[in-house]
């Protein structure tokens, strides 16, 4: 099967949402009026990002979820995708499920596949996102500000410890059922896009949390020009984890493939913040503050801060 072939059996469908889709030298689109497009994108390569027995119907799932979170954490509503694959060969089953996993993942979140690219190279998916949200309501980095809460969506470390557990790096065995939930979280995360819309005009700044909650946050410090503060008894969790709280924070902290939402929002806003999940049907908790300075700490119930020799995934680490 060659490319074409490949493209049209697979990933050509209906462009319901679009004014042209697959099939030509370019999709043609129509942004609602009033709204600002929002655009990013996203590589997986084997071996850096997953492992190369992955479930394709898994990684198509992920190579557009962590898209999505993007757009979450940005407020916007994803409209539009384009998709780019390098593919040893042309297995025919095994982009089948991959189109499987990806497809269903849009269907859910109203998303259109209107063009990419495919050819043949060493497994690596990169995929774009178009998303939209009414002019001058986007989350942002830079706009936290001294005294804001620090929160973040959902649970964190399952990811980094079925990672661990893969490796063979923890130190205790796993039960089945933390396993099972911990794979789930790596294999097919849940991105937060009906928290990311449910909190626009609450919130001063927000990102994904992608690459690990100290890293993630530093990003909203450094461009925001302050410091931040996470209490590590308050980072929620799977029950597993959080009694192991002390021995599990790197995994909580800086472990990284959460892709839940952290953001900082006034005091004023701590009653909205949790009506806002409950409505979108995240849980929410506040972690920490936002104060003058730069750089952020993590402290432990005593206030003493604690170090874990990184803040998250650095892409150029060896891997």
Known sequence: MNEFELIRQYFARPATDAVLGVGDDAALLRPTPGCELHVA???????????????????GHKTLAVNLSDMAAMGAVPRWALLSLALPRADTGWVSRLASGLFALAGRHGVTLVGGDTTRGPLTLSL???????????????????????????????????????????????????????????????????????????????????????????????????????????????PWLEARRAWCAALLAAGGDDYELCFTAPRSAREAVLQAGARAGCRVSRIGMIHAGQGVELLDAHGTPCYLGRSGFDHFDTP
């Open 128 to 238: 774009t996102i178009l998303g939209e949200a009414p002019a001058g309501t986007a989350l942002r980095r830079d706009g936290a500000r001294e005294g804001d809460d620090i929160w973040v969506s959902g649970e964190l470390g399952l990811a980094a410890l079925a990672l661990a557990h893969r490796l063979g790096t923890l130190d205790e065995e796993l039960p089945d059922e933390v396993r099972g939930l911990a794979e789930a979280r790596m294999d097919r995360p849940e991105p937060r896009v009906a928290l990311g819309v449910a909190l626009r005009g609450l919130v001063h700044s927000a990102i994904d949390v992608s690459d690990g909650l100290l890293a993630d946050l530093s990003h909203i410090a450094a461009a925001s020009g302050v410091a931040g503060e996470v209490w590590l008894d308050a980072l929620p969790s799977h």
């Open 41 to 59: 994108v996203d590589m997986l390569v084997e071996g850096r990002h997953f492992f190369a027995d992955v479930d394709p119907a898994d990684l």
